[in-house]
């Protein structure tokens, strides 16, 4: 549904879809996005919060309520699914304890979720492993848009090391550098996955 489609509806009443169904697929993606076309004068876009399938097929898409984030609605958003031993990842807003206990002990799924600045206790933890004597490494270059990219990646088994996080098996460290093709500055990036 285009933009100027948008306008002239209710705007609520176009975004929960139920497309596709969750079983089977091995990854479910979830992520949320503001609507484009959605803002209509003091009224604010829509936002929503989609599951996907590994193959980009949409799951389920619902509404997020104005003054509240997504972190209230993942639930709602993938209960009806039968999601056993489907791996769900999800940005570093999703990295929450109780949608870990949520994904694991109601729909027996898996997850893969980005540690960031909103869990500080958790980064500080997942820094002080001992990363560089891993040899367990994954190299990979790559050129386009006008920067190289090259990337680092190690897993770590933390079972049994006191992370203070729920259900954590693994985690792997991702050291990323891009270099600006046109003016050689180097952008060196580190994110921490923890599953």
Same mark, same amino acid.
């Given at each position: 549904m285009g933009r100027r489609q948008l306008r002239g509806r209710n705007r609520r009443a176009v975004v929960a879809l139920h497309l596709a169904e969750a079983g089977g697929a091995d990854t479910v993606a979830v992520d949320g996005k503001c609507a484009r076309g959605s803002r209509h004068g003091a009224v604010p876009a829509v936002h929503l919060l989609a599951a996907m399938t590994g193959e980009g097929r949409t799951v389920s898409q619902l509404p997020v309520p104005d003054k509240t984030n997504e972190i209230t609605c993942s639930a709602a958003l993938l209960a009806?699914?039968?999601? &056993?031993?489907?791996? !769900? @990842?999800?940005?570093? $807003?999703?990295?929450?304890?109780?949608?870990?206990?949520f994904l #694991?002990?109601?729909?027996?799924?898996?997850?893969?979720?980005?540690?960031?600045?909103?869990?500080?206790?958790?980064?500080?933890?997942?820094?002080?492993?001992?990363?560089?004597?891993?040899?367990?490494?994954?190299?990979?270059?790559?050129?386009?848009?006008?920067?190289?990219?090259?990337?680092?990646? &190690?897993?770590?088994? !933390? @079972?049994?090391?006191? $992370?203070?996080?729920?259900?954590?098996?693994?985690?792997?460290? #991702?050291?990323?550098?891009?270099v600006d093709t046109a003016s050689g500055t180097l952008h060196p990036r580190d994110r921490l996955r923890d599953h």
């Open positions: 009806p699914f039968d999601l &056993r031993d489907v791996v !769900v @990842t999800a940005d570093a $807003l999703h990295t929450q304890t109780a949608h870990v206990r #694991i002990e109601q729909k027996q799924a898996h997850f893969l979720f980005l540690v960031k600045a909103n869990q500080p206790g958790l980064v500080a933890a997942l820094r002080s492993p001992p990363w560089k004597e891993m040899t367990a490494r994954r190299h990979d270059r790559g050129a386009g848009h006008g920067r190289r990219e090259m990337r680092a990646t &190690r897993v770590l088994t !933390v @079972t049994g090391t006191g $992370l203070d996080f729920p259900y954590v098996v693994q985690a792997a460290r #991702i050291l990323r550098y891009r």
